[in-house]
T-cell receptor
Framework: AQKITQTQPGMFVQEKEAVTLDCTYD???????LFWYKQPSSGEMIFLIY??????QNATEGRYSLNFQKARKSANLVISASQLGDSAMYFC??????????FGTGTSLTVIP | EPEVTQTPSHQVTQMGQEVILRCVPI?????FYWYRQILGQKVEFLVS????????KSEIFDDQFSVERPDGSNFTLKIRSTKLEDSAMYFC????????????????FGPGTRLTVL
């Protein structure tokens, strides 16, 4: 089974609108961390937001928030007030108790002016 | 702000040649990682390194690959005899620590080295 599943290969959003990028994960480890990274066309990986499995509240970082639903094993990224510069690939990732990160296949987000 | 650096940004090599990809992790970080991303595909874990030894590796990281921390700052990935399918973007990353109770702290990625095997 895939550790991280991102079911949306491509998404479009109007500038200034909010968008939700889906991510589900699979683990039996009670201790894990969930991450979202942005990869613009230039190729670098930019950390956006982190949610620990024991965190009681959803993580937020500026315009990014993580909708963490532990029972459903989902960790959706919400981007509010989309900007043209948000157009990029977005990867959901998980780290269990060890040192290995598992990445999803990514969602390509296009912000339309 | 401290950052992970990687050199070269682009490496072109002939099939069968050895390549060494270099990384300078953030100076106070203790855990180091290599990932690869074949064009258009997801990021794949290769290996993690701590206390001068490999702590985890994936099935991709076979005998053709090796890692080394030759001094206090560099972290290298060596591919002994490159194959066409080794063409990919290779990312180095580092993290300060591993906290089992929280699932871990974030990794900081370098800008990547694009390896092209001809």
């Amino acid at each position: 089974a895939q550790k991280i599943t991102q079911t949306q290969p491509g998404m479009f959003v109007q500038e200034k609108e909010a968008v939700t990028l889906d991510c589900t994960y699979d683990t039996s480890d009670p201790s894990y961390g969930l991450f979202w990274y942005k990869q613009p066309s230039s190729g670098e990986m930019i950390f956006l937001i982190y949610q620990g499995s024991y965190d009681q509240q959803n993580a937020t970082e500026g315009r990014y928030s993580l909708n963490f639903q532990k029972a459903r094993k989902s960790a959706n990224l919400v981007i509010s007030a989309s900007q043209l510069g948000d157009s990029a690939m977005y990867f959901c990732a998980m780290r269990e108790g060890g040192n290995q990160f598992y990445f999803g296949t990514g969602t390509s987000l296009t912000v339309i002016p | 702000e401290p950052e992970v650096t990687q050199t070269p940004s682009h490496q072109v090599t002939q099939m069968g040649q050895e390549v060494i990809l270099r990384c300078v992790p953030i100076s106070n970080h203790l855990y180091f990682y290599w990932y690869r991303q074949i064009l258009g595909q997801k990021v794949e874990f290769l290996v993690s390194f701590y206390n001068n030894e490999i702590s985890e590796k994936s099935e991709i990281f076979d005998d053709q690959f090796s890692v080394e921390r030759p001094d206090g700052s560099n972290f290298t990935l060596k591919i002994r005899s490159t194959k066409l399918e080794d063409s990919a973007m290779y990312f180095c990353a580092s993290s300060l620590q591993v906290l089992r109770t929280s699932g871990g702290t974030q990794q900081f990625f370098g800008p990547g080295t694009r390896l092209t095997v001809l």
